[in-house]
């Protein structure tokens, strides 16, 4: 079965290209396309007016592809068009990133906007991630993507930016909260919900995403207090909290993963 999950406040001229350029992939490319999906700032759950189309695709090549000496490249991309940006990796990276605690390919599995999906795959995909996800891992990479937005932030002062670090702090918070749990959503408002936190933060968050939602440029200024005291208090937390790492946790990892794959390939 095919899932397709495609909101009403998505152009439909725009998601016409966008399935169309996932036709040319697997035709010009000699691959199939199990999951594409949309990630980014509409995925995560604050666009703004002028919001990129980010889809994100996970192929898989024939068994003769990777029976060779000169293996192609990992990863599909495609010439940025406006707001249109297509790429993909070959199931062998996402799988290898996956067992590192890359979170990006658990986004995926997890987003909200669907293109396209075998439903199979992408139900044992999940699964997969649930049960090779490593916490501490897992945290570290939110912790590191989070703090070195943070970092820009303090450069540009670009207010869109703080959403960057916002999101990456309520993964770890949700993930502080939730210890028998290694992956987290990716929808912001889920990760609010699903938290115990201050009211006042909770506003803030509320009036900065529904600026954005309006705003094309929403320029650069001071971050919401209860915001910023929120991001720095996460980041120092999860850097004390998050320090785990387990080499047996990985070989499990590297066997379920590999196991995947083949039965995929099959």
């Known amino acids: ?5 495609i909101p009403s406040s998505m152009d439909p001229t725009v998601v016409s290209t966008i399935d169309g350029e996932l036709a040319r992939i697997a035709r010009e490319q000699g691959v199939t396309v199990p999951l ?35 293996p192609a490249r990992d990863v ?37 906007i669907v293109y396209t999906a075998d439903t199979q795959f992408r139900s044992e995909l999940r699964e997969l991630a649930e049960a090779v996800a490593d916490r501490d891992r897992v945290a ?8 070195r937005q943070w970092r820009l932030f303090d450069t540009n002062r670009s ?43 909770v506003e803030s968050v509320a009036e900065l995403t529904d600026l954005k939602s309006r705003t094309r440029e929403m320029g650069s200024g001071e971050v919401p207090g209860p915001i910023a005291a929120f991001i720095a208090a996460e980041f120092e937390r999860a850097t ?14 590297e066997v379920l993963a590999t196991e995947f794959f083949r039965n995929r390939l099959r």
């Open 1 to 5: 079965m095919t899932l397709r999950s």
């Open 36 to 70: 594409a999906i949309e990630s980014g700032s509409r995925a995560w759950g604050f666009p703004s007016p002028d919001s990129d189309y980010d889809c994100r695709f996970v192929y898989l090549r024939s068994l003769n592809d990777y029976l060779t000496p000169w």
């Open 76 to 112: 599909i991309e495609t010439p940025l068009v406006g707001l249109l940006d297509v790429s993909g990796w070959d199931l062998v990276k996402a799988l290898r990133l996956l067992v590192r605690g890359n979170a990006v390919l658990i986004e995926w599995v997890m987003s909200p």
């Open 140 to 147: 570290r990479h939110y912790l590191h993507l989070g703090a």
């Open 159 to 201: 207010l869109k930016k703080v959403f960057y670090s916002l999101r990456p702090a309520m993964a770890l918070r949700w993930l502080h909260e939730h210890p028998d749990k290694a992956v987290a959503p990716m929808h912001l408002p889920t990760l609010l919900e699903e938290c115990e936190l201050p009211v006042a933060f």
């Open 240 to 253: 004390a909290e998050f320090t785990g790492d387990e080499p047996t946790s990985r070989e499990r990892a």
